[in-house]
Structure formats: structure tokens, C-alpha cells
């Protein structure tokens, strides 16, 4: 599976971005979609997570009711949505998948990882 990110950018604080993770290859309705970010200096992070029909989520607890993450699985594409943008949301945000993640927040629960994408939040 190939994993593409994009819709990164820069933006001012208070905006709103829509990422993009388009799948190539195996089957992308059988996979389940996480989303992390890294900032500089720092671990990679949870941020999201949507199973393979999109009927559950879950969010880290900081983030929760600024980012949405949803797929269309006809499009083979995962999307998350930020809106109220921080200075502190700046990091390269990844995406990821599996077939059967166990522990969601792990990095080491997927298979698959994107490039990743840079999203830059200016005061």
C-alpha cells in the first residue's frame, strides 16, 4: 500500500486545513487509518483514527472537537480536518494504516506510513 498526504500549508491562527491521504494498492476499504504528526524535537504523536468503514473514531483528547477524521472509501482516500489552528499544531502530519491495529495511538500498531505532510500555524 502507498500512502499520500497532501493538503499541508501554511496558515494563520484561528484557520482551518483539510488533509488528504490518498491509497494506492491493496484494497483501502479493508484498512484502518491513523493520523499523527510530529513537530520538531519531538515523538510522533497520535492524533486520530477511523476503522476500516468509517462507523468508528477516535481522537486524542486534546484535539478533540477542532479535528474530524473521515474517508470515503470509494475515492481510496482518508481526509482530516483541522479547524481552529494553533501555533502548537505546527508538525509534519503522517498518515497510516492497518489491517487490524490493536492499540491505535501506536505508532507501531501500522503497516503502511505516508511521506508526510507539513502544516505550519503563524500567531
Known amino acids: 500500500v502507498q500512502l499520500v498526504e497532501s493538503g499541508g500549508g501554511l496558515v494563520q491562527a484561528g484557520g482551518s486545513l483539510r488533509l488528504s491521504c490518498a491509497a494506492s494498492?491493496?484494497?483501502?476499504?479493508?484498512?484502518?487509518v491513523g493520523w499523527f504528526r510530529q513537530a520538531p524535537g519531538k515523538e510522533r504523536e497520535f492524533v486520530a483514527f477511523?476503522?476500516?468503514?468509517?462507523?468508528?473514531?477516535y481522537y486524542a483528547d486534546s484535539l478533540k472537537g477542532r479535528f474530524t477524521i473521515s474517508r470515503d472509501n470509494a475515492k481510496n482516500t482518508a481526509y482530516l480536518r483541522m479547524n481552529n489552528l494553533k501555533p502548537e499544531d505546527t508538525a509534519i502530519y503522517y498518515c497510516?494504516?492497518?489491517?487490524?491495529?490493536?492499540?491505535?495511538?501506536?505508532?507501531?500498531?501500522?503497516?503502511?506510513w505516508g511521506q508526510g505532510t507539513q502544516v505550519t500555524v503563524s500567531s
Open positions: 494498492g491493496r484494497a483501502f476499504s479493508r484498512l484502518a
Open positions: 497510516a494504516a492497518s489491517q487490524n491495529p490493536t492499540t491505535v495511538v501506536f505508532t507501531t500498531a501500522y503497516d503502511y
Open positions: 477511523i476503522n476500516w468503514s468509517g462507523s468508528s473514531t
